[in-house]
């Protein structure tokens, strides 16, 4: 019976063990060769992709914003999808009243539930608008997060957010994760 005989599924299962056996007689020939794909990337590339912000707020861009200019921002690029005062609409609410997260179904809104001001910034640094994540300035995410602390009851109406101010913030749920150290 020939392989044609057999169908397809055994015409690739020959053909991906042929692959294997020529790659395997290549590497103990010596040769090492590396599939081509992609580019290498740019050291200006990478560091745009290099947006890891930490909760002590290391990686934080330098900039600043305030709750009422983050009012204008969410209200013109963020309430379409979670809502009026960032209460939920297609997307999920931001903003809640406290509660306790000890309830079936507690909300994961940012004040009630986010342990780190600074995910906040990380977040919608990453991902928003949905539309067109990225396209924000550092100054309009500062001014976002505000709002949406400020709208949450975390930090007042007038307080500046900055790369110093936001990493102090203390959130309510800061304690109420178990970490785990996965060095141990």
């Not at 042929?18 to 060769?33: D, I």
């Not at 900039?63 to 939920?88: F, L, M, P, S, W």
């Amino acid at each position: 019976m020939s392989m044609r005989d057999r169908g397809p599924f055994f015409t690739a299962l020959a053909a991906a063990a042929v692959v294997v056996a020529v790659g395997a007689g290549a590497q103990a020939a010596g040769e090492r060769k590396a599939p081509h794909l992609g580019t290498p990337m740019s050291a200006e590339e990478v560091a745009k992709w290099d947006l890891t912000i930490f909760p002590d707020g290391r990686g934080l861009p330098p900039g600043k914003g305030t709750a009422k200019e983050g009012r204008v921002i969410y209200e013109n690029q963020c309430a379409h999808c979670h809502g009026d005062d960032g209460r939920g609409a297609t997307a999920e609410e931001l903003v809640a009243d406290p509660q306790p997260l000890t309830e079936e179904a507690a909300s994961k809104a940012i004040g009630p539930y986010w342990p780190y001001a600074t995910t906040i910034f990380d977040f919608i640094r990453r991902s928003m608008p949905a539309g067109a994540p990225g396209s924000l300035s550092a100054d309009e995410i500062y001014a976002v997060t505000a709002y949406l602390l400020a709208a949450n009851k975390v930090i007042g109406d007038t307080d500046e957010m900055n790369a110093k101010t936001l990493a102090a913030v203390k959130m309510p749920n800061r304690d109420g994760f178990e970490w785990i150290d996965v060095k141990k």
